[in-house]
């Protein structure tokens, strides 16, 4: 089975007054089950016609410089010179969705559908075509906010509460596609909090059976009351179309993106704990006492850091976030991430079978020195290997999960050494000869000491696996 984010897409939108993206208030929702042959021949047109003049359609265009095939050749150079070396240029286009969440123009789309594009345009169904501009990206969370280029006023769709949302609550996916026009499909939400998926370095989703295909990217997973509850990004599938398995980004994390665009941020800043976790197994739930395997095991806490000052320490296990289960790592980041910098938030957590609440004031990341990597050289098995100390960005840049510390590979040169003992860009060098790695200064250090024909015991960290072998 593969995840694939989705390419084009067209969405519906209800035509209803924006909903300010701080709000998350919500009427009370009666679910029935359909009674009478009246109820069951009820249907979503209205829902859907309500909806369909907000949706837009989103063009991205980049040139990118096409070589020639000859370029290079000492036989073709002599005739042709700089004719073969000059590069034509060529324009890329791709389309996908966005929903309208303000009705100045404020767009909500996936970062993929925009990526590196040099031109942005908007499309309405009623056949209006604007300029935009990107307000904020952020490639961690696969979100983009973009501006229509226009003093109009646009319909918008409401931003609902995805913590609200339950698994069989019915939804309507609108998109385009493969690109055969704007198509509606209805599905209930299959899952709520899904993570661990490996989509990408966002890892909290909704999961609906509703059909969504290559095509849906930026289109929205609406609810009955026509209101957005998530932005639909991938599918899982082995042939690239649906097999009842998509999965959308929830709209609260959509509202804390648009409202960091709102305030001029051109890229969105999660909130700072100073603390980094990790999952917990039957055998470490066993181990704390545990009835079950969830929460998130803290492993280290930085000094001075809000974990530290609100009085987290290693070994503790967060069990919960304001009053909603943290089944891991990934469930805590995300609440963090929509709490926001500069909020208070609850934690009860386990510490020596106790339970007890703390409260944590998140904060902004302090600045951190960029450092240039580090290519080793000389007679070692790391030969080859730029390697960079990890901090927030370097773990983000290299898809690991934030807060992870130590040394880690940013790049590989093809056929050093480093890869052929099968070293790779991501993995997390934790010790050598027994000797643990803290930076890059101590990684040079015991490879300078090093002699030839020494035999080395390596300890590599890789998609939370150690991988231990011995090289000479």
């Known amino acids: 089975m593969t995840f694939r984010q989705l390419g084009l897409a067209s969405i519906t939108l209800a035509l209803v007054a924006f909903m300010p993206v701080a709000s998350l208030a919500q009427e009370p929702v009666t679910r029935q089950v359909p009674a009478s042959r009246e109820a069951i021949q009820q249907s979503f047109a209205p829902l859907v016609k309500a909806t369909a003049p907000a949706v837009v359609n989103v063009y991205a265009a980049r040139q990118v410089q096409a070589r020639s095939p000859f370029a290079g050749d000492p036989f073709f150079e002599q005739f042709f010179g700089g004719q073969l070396r000059g590069s034509r240029p060529r324009v890329e286009r791709s389309l996908g969705s966005g929903v309208i969440v303000d009705k100045s123009g404020v ?3 996936n970062n993929h559908v925009i990526k ?12 209006r075509e604007f300029s935009s501009k990107i307000l904020l990206r952020d490639e961690t969370s696969d979100l983009a906010v973009l501006k229509i280029e226009s003093g109009d006023t646009f319909p918008v769709i409401a931003l609902a509460d995805s913590d609200k949302v339950e698994v069989g609550d019915l939804v309507l996916a609108i998109g385009n596609p493969f690109g055969v026009g704007q198509t509606v499909t209805s599905g209930i939400v299959s899952a709520q909090s899904r993570t661990q998926v490996g989509i990408s370095d966002f890892d909290f989703f909704i999961q609906t059976d509703a059909a969504i295909n290559p095509g849906n990217s930026g289109g ?16 899982y599938s082995r042939s690239g179309g649906s097999v009842g398995i998509g999965f959308a980004i929830p709209s609260n994390m959509v509202r804390a993106v648009v409202a960091s665009a709102l305030k001029g941020n051109k890229s969105f800043e999660r909130p700072y704990i100073g603390a980094t976790f990790q999952s917990i197994d039957s055998d470490i739930a066993a181990s704390l006492g545990l009835k079950s395997a969830f929460g998130a095991l803290v492993t280290a806490v930085v000094k001075g850091g809000p974990a530290d000052v609100a009085g987290l320490k290693v070994g503790d296990v967060v069990l919960k976030v304001q009053d909603v289960r943290a089944d891991n790592p990934d469930v805590l980041g995300y609440r963090l991430s929509t709490a926001g910098i500069g909020a208070t938030v609850n934690m009860d957590i386990m510490r020596n079978g106790k339970s007890q609440t703390i409260a944590v004031k998140l904060a902004r990341e302090p600045e951190v020195k960029q450092a240039a990597p580090v290519l080793i050289d000389g007679d070692s098995p ?18 690991l999960p934030r807060g992870t510390t130590g040394v880690a590979i940013a790049d590989i040169y093809p056929g050093s050494p480093a890869q052929r003992i099968g070293l790779r860009p991501g993995d997390i060098i934790r010790r050598i000869n027994k000797v643990e790695i803290r930076s890059v200064q101590a990684l040079t250090d015991i490879l300078d000491a090093g002699r030839p024909g020494l035999m080395w015991q390596l300890e ?13």
């Open 107 to 109: 767009v909500v789309t």
């Open 116 to 127: 590196d594009a040099d031109e942005i345009k908007v499309a309405l169904s009623d056949g």
């Open 220 to 235: 929205g997973l609406i609810d009955m009351q026509g209101k957005l509850i998530g932005i639909n990004t991938a599918i």
């Open 382 to 399: 790391f030969a080859g290997a730029s390697v960079v100390d990890l901090n927030a960005r370097n773990a983000s840049r290299l898809r």
């Open 460 to 472: 590599i960290e890789r998609n939370g696996a150690l991988i231990r072998q011995f090289v000479r």
